[in-house]
């Protein structure tokens, strides 16, 4: 497995952005579908949003054209870029990483909107 560390999460208010940050161990980072999940209290983790080894992208609909995820496999990290935030986005996120049949996750990170 790879270890996931996330950072960047943090308060914000409703508007605003924040980027968040998963850095990843190992030395075959460039061959992970790597992923944003989050989960509010009392609901279920769901996708935020993918990107897979070529680039390309996929997002939930209630993200799409406000969040951005991107990668950087020379520093080893995901990122994703969070702008005009809502309420509803607060939720622990998490980072994922798939490759083949190994799955890991990060601990998570705490997003909050708020005014």
């Known amino acids: 497995q790879v270890q996931l560390v996330e950072s960047g999460g943090g308060l914000v208010q409703p508007g605003g952005s924040l980027r968040l940050s998963c850095a990843a161990s190992?030395?075959?980072?460039?061959?992970?579908?790597m992923a944003w999940y989050r989960q509010a209290p009392g609901k279920q983790r769901e996708l935020v949003a993918g990107?897979?080894?070529?680039?390309?992208?996929n997002y939930a609909d209630s993200v799409k054209g406000r969040f951005t995820i991107s990668r950087d496999n020379a520093k080893n990290t995901v990122y994703l870029q969070m702008n005009s935030l809502k309420p509803e986005d607060t939720a622990v996120y998490y980072c994922?990483?798939?490759?083949?049949?190994?799955?890991?996750w990060g601990q998570g990170t705490q997003v909050t909107v708020s005014s």
């Open positions: 994922n990483a798939v490759l083949g049949n190994i799955i890991s």
């Open positions: 190992g030395s075959i980072f460039s061959s992970y579908a």
């Open positions: 990107i897979i080894h070529d680039g390309r992208t």
